[in-house]
């Protein structure tokens, strides 16, 4: 019904900037809202942030509130994570999934392989 491909990880310093993007197909994904999520080193995964299938709601992790932005590009099928002011506790695989609108990973039934974000201080 979807799928989902992350980009953009990589390696930054502290305080930087990134932005993370999503690339939804499928003949559905117009209609899920999207979540991203992240899994540090022997961690378990948790909630970063989530749109809505129209983009015009968010919800974010306390986290990274004031830090990440998440955005829609409908047209493009693309949701984006803008991270800003990096912190080595952002270091982490990150993943786009597809589903409802929730901070709860048993929402999403359609899941990216991931993209590395590595922070260095």
């Known amino acids: 019904q979807a799928q989902v491909v992350e980009s953009g990880g990589r390696s930054v310093q502290a305080g930087d900037s990134l932005r993370l993007s999503c690339l939804g197909s499928?003949?559905?994904?117009?209609?899920?809202?999207v979540g991203w999520f992240r899994q540090a080193a022997g961690k378990a995964r948790e909630f970063v942030a989530s749109?809505?299938?129209?983009?015009?709601?968010?919800n974010y992790a306390d986290s990274v509130k004031g830090r990440f932005t998440i955005s829609r590009d409908v047209a493009e099928r693309t949701v984006y994570l803008q991270m800003s002011n990096l912190k080595p506790e952002d270091a982490a695989v990150y993943y786009c999934?597809?589903?409802?609108?929730?901070?709860?990973?048993?929402?999403?039934?359609?899941w990216g392989q991931g993209t590395q974000v590595t922070i260095s201080s």
């Open positions: 749109v809505s299938w129209s983009g015009n709601n968010w």
């Open positions: 499928g003949p559905m994904f117009g209609s899920y809202a």
């Open positions: 999934a597809a589903g409802a609108f929730s901070s709860e990973e048993y929402e999403y039934a359609y």
